[in-house]
């Protein structure tokens, strides 16, 4: 499932990055975002999402968290 399908308050393991972008993947990469590596959704705003990833937290649009694949 991708991380926009995730429930509020679960911890995932990212699988992959489904994306051919590798501006995209340094950016994730740079977020500590990369597979094997716990992720948690905290929460949902209008476009968004607030995710926890090793010990901070991000705002990443919905478009981003499409291609975070997790488990």
Known sequence: MTLLQAEEGKEYIIREMHTED???????????????????VIARRKGT???????????????????IIVE
């Open 22 to 40: 590798e501006e995209v993947d340094a950016f994730l990469f740079s977020l500590g975002c990369y597979a094997g590596e716990p992720i948690t």
């Open 49 to 67: 999402c607030v995710v926890s990833i090793k010990d901070g937290r991000y705002s990443i649009d919905n478009q981003l968290a499409e291609v």
